[in-house]
């Protein structure tokens, strides 16, 4: 089913999202949900927590910023286990901060442990755009947004902007849950 997209302001994505038990019967309506929801939106990714459920999952299709190339996968209960020292910047955007892009500094590298659909652990390392985009989700299950990496004066300019995301104002061609009206 297609959810609603929680917008920045909503509490869920400041929480720190709880592990999913295996055989929750839930959790593959939840995965379901995530594709459906971030396909609908033209995402890349989507995280739990930004359809309001506060659990460690989220799902990957990073194929559109890959040439000649696909990645698919899902993350359950992931775990980061290191990254590497070499950091670059990419402008990003979330489903939940709508017409923000800003430059993002991330490491290029990442290892990762995480259980995918067929609830068979994995453990892998990730390079480049995909590793980005796994940093990126898996901020949202800490409770952690892009604009966290900004500086105070960039968010100041942006504040604006945020308070009409917050209630929103902004329009989307994906539908959304406002939290402050
Ligand atoms: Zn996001």
């Known amino acids: ?10 509490p869920t994505l400041r929480q720190k999202a709880q592990p999913i038990p295996l055989d929750d019967p ?10 459906e929801t971030m396909y609908n939106a033209e995402g890349i990714g989507l995280a739990a927590p930004q359809i309001a459920q506060p659990w460690r999952a989220f799902v990957v299709d990073a194929s559109p910023l890959l040439e000649g190339s696909s990645f698919k996968e899902t993350f359950i209960n992931p775990q980061i286990l290191g990254t590497g020292n070499t950091q670059q910047p990419y402008e990003e955007g979330c489903l939940s901060i709508p017409t923000i892009k800003e430059k993002i500094y991330r490491s290029t590298r990442i290892r ?6 067929n609830r068979t ?3 892998k390392t990730f390079e ?11 901020d949202h299950l800490e409770g952690k947004l892009i604009i966290d990496y900004l500086s105070p004066l960039r968010r100041q300019l942006l504040r604006p902007t945020l308070l009409k995301i917050r209630k929103g104002q902004i329009k989307t061609l994906y539908p959304t849950l406002a939290y402050a009206r």
């Open 112 to 117: 990762i442990r995480y259980y995918d659909a």
């Open 26 to 35: 839930f959790l593959d309506e939840l995965l379901n949900d995530l594709w």
């Open 1 to 10: 089913m297609i959810r609603q997209v929680v917008l920045y302001g909503h």
């Open 128 to 138: 480049g755009i995909i590793a980005r985009v796994i940093q990126h989700e898996y």
């Open 121 to 123: 652990p994995q453990e």
